[in-house]
């Protein structure tokens, strides 16, 4: 099955208008296809509003719902969008026939995943409200039962289906009793710098993984995998934290054009770049996602924070050695910033698609 992303913002649809909101979810999937060609669905969600709506954003719903009807049915939930709908319509209409008074043109994509631009002209309803205050508690459990079925059905999974939904102020724990946290730390020494501070408040528990000097390859991913799962296993009354740090030591490179080569230890156990040094470029280490997205994955459903590339380099140069990092100026240090940039946005988009439910930077 792969993941499944379910995206939607009413928010955002009512203050950018259809024709902008159409075109930054044909990004958004455009963007998730890049990164991972294979193994990732889009599709659009329900919305669900926290304040009343006017006509104009309940129009604004219903021609997106049609449009993703008529053209991108593969990205549209069906059955929660028409749960969805029924919650628009006056309570006394007796029709669903459209009236040509109603119709309003577009200048949208054919598809989500089709770039030519086409004009639609969206029938509209002679019964939609004129306005709508925020969903009831039992509105919005309608709509999320809806969401979950269709899920369930579509994917051949088993999301948990029922129950009434509250406001999280009706479900607060009011134990006043503190419990342990665990912080794994996995990775390389700066990982292993938090142990020390970490390890003098008296509520967390830190189980170091870390290794100094560690190099991020598909042998070492194996081990730490490994060694996660296991003190993963031990019994643990309270929530757990798992911080990785893997890529700090990949992510630069030293030698010269067409030359380049990982950073090598010095006598000082330090790393140096001899001659000139750069950030690895996105394709130079695609080849560590793999081995990365089954660690993030080894993390279970555990809250995590992944620790993106040091700037080192960019700070300060490895040492004095003149015949080191013969490259230090500007170009290099605007270059560097960006390409950080994106290794980190890549590592969160790694742990998302490894099925992280919550991954903090």
């Known amino acids: 099955m792969g993941t499944v992303v379910v995206i939607s913002s009413l928010s ?6 259809l024709s902008a909101y159409a075109e930054d979810l044909q990004s958004a999937s455009k963007r998730l296809y890049n990164m991972f060609s294979t193994g990732v669905k889009l599709l659009h969600g329900t919305m669900i509003p926290c304040a009343e709506m006017d006509s104009t954003a309940i129009r604004a719903w219903y021609d997106l719902d049609q449009w993703l009807r008529i053209g991108s049915p593969q990205q549209r939930l069906s059955d929660t969008a028409g749960k969805t709908n029924l919650l628009f319509v006056r309570a006394d209409s007796q029709s669903t026939a459209t ?64 129950g009434e939904l509250l406001p999280p102020t009706e479900e607060a724990d009011l134990s006043t009793e503190e419990k342990q946290l665990r912080v794994i730390l996995v990775g390389g020494s700066h990982a292993r710098r938090l142990a020390a501070i970490m390890g003098g408040i008296e509520v967390v528990r830190v189980v170091d993984l870390s290794r100094t000097g560690l190099v991020f390859t598909e042998d070492t991913a194996a081990g730490l995998t490994n060694s996660l799962m296991e003190a993963l296993k031990e019994d643990h009354d309270g929530e757990t934290l798992v911080v990785y740090n893997v890529f700090d030591n990949v992510s630069y490179l030293q030698g010269e054009e067409e030359k380049w080569s990982r950073l090598e230890k010095g006598e000082d156990c330090a790393y140096h770049a001899k001659g000139k040094v750069k950030v690895a470029s996105m394709e130079e280490v695609r080849h560590l996602f793999r081995p990365a997205t089954a660690l993030f994955r080894a993390g279970g459903l555990h809250k995590k924070v992944i620790i993106p590339p040091m700037e080192r380099y960019v700070r300060s140069k490895c040492c004095s050695d003149i015949r080191h990092m013969t490259n230090y100026t500007s170009e290099f240090l605007a270059q560097a910033a960006d390409r950080l940039t994106g290794i980190g946005e890549r590592r969160q988009t790694t742990c998302t698609h490894a099925g992280c439910p919550t991954t903090r930077w």
């Open 12 to 17: 955002h649809l009512c203050h950018v208008g």
């Open 99 to 162: 009236q040509s008074a109603y119709k309003v043109r577009y200048r949208l994509p054919s598809a989500v995943n089709r770039q030519e631009p086409t004009v639609w002209e969206m029938t509209g309803r002679s019964d939609l409200l004129n306005s709508k205050a925020k969903f009831s508690t039992a509105e919005e459990a309608t709509v999320m039962e809806a969401l979950l079925k269709e899920l369930n059905k579509r994917f051949h999974v088993n999301l948990g289906v029922g």
